[in-house]
């Protein structure tokens, strides 16, 4: 993010002479005193667009502890439901039946595949 856009998105939060409040917390943060960032409010990898409605700014701490407890777990638990959408990982859990074997629905059983020798 340009220098300029990060204080263009901290002035459109000013309440009063460079003093914006946290998105995070809701104290005053101090443009020239505090160590700030501007957070995105949804996150970009969950698809949150990256336009200034969703940016504000945030202290440095504030916005370090949401990135680590609800944004990432958040992007992580995504990114599994993704791979399992697109089948390029197996599910964890389940039974594998082994080779030449099938559930067989009227019985409720796994039995021994049938072979075209047996009648």
């Known amino acids: 993010m340009s220098a300029k856009r990060r204080q263009a998105i901290f002035t459109e939060h000013c309440t009063g002479h460079n003093i914006a ?7 005053p943060i101090q443009r020239h005193e505090d160590r700030w960032i501007i957070e995105h409010r949804r996150a970009l990898a969950l698809l949150g667009p990256d336009l200034n409605t969703n940016c504000a700014p945030a202290h440095f701490k504030c916005g370090e502890v949401k990135t680590h407890t609800q944004d990432l777990p ?5 990114k599994r439901q993704q791979a399992r959408h697109e089948g390029t990982k197996k599910p964890t859990r389940g039974f594998e039946a082994p080779a030449g074997v099938v559930f067989d629905w009227k019985l ?12």
């Open 108 to 119: 409720r059983r796994y039995v021994l595949r049938p072979t075209a020798s047996q009648p």
């Open 21 to 27: 409040p946290c998105c995070l917390c809701g104290e």
């Open 74 to 78: 958040r992007i992580r638990k995504a």
